[in-house]
């Protein structure tokens, strides 16, 4: 936990936010893959993908390359298209 919010609580909060802001696009990606996380960041929660952390790497036609847990990668495709 963190301030008292659990990480789940404050990943749909950050998606969410990112996604309102134009920070994360709201249409999908043109290619998707997993692997084992490399200690990067998260572009959906802000959050280290450390590497026992599954990761995604999604990638866009004009080449814009993005990483997530598994599990933001997850909350950022069903909210997208909501807000």
């Known amino acids: 936990m963190h301030d008292g919010i659990p990480f789940q609580e404050r990943m749909r909060w950050r998606i969410a936010s990112r996604i309102r802001d134009g920070i994360l696009p709201r ?12 200690g990067g960041t998260c572009d959906g929660c802000g959050e280290r993908i450390t590497r026992v952390d599954a990761q995604v790497e999604a990638t866009f036609v004009d080449c814009t390359l993005l990483h997530f847990h598994r599990s933001c ?11």
């Open 27 to 38: 249409r999908g990606p043109d290619e998707v893959l997993t692997g084992r996380g490399d």
């Open 73 to 83: 990668y997850m909350q950022w495709n069903a909210r997208r298209g909501q807000l």
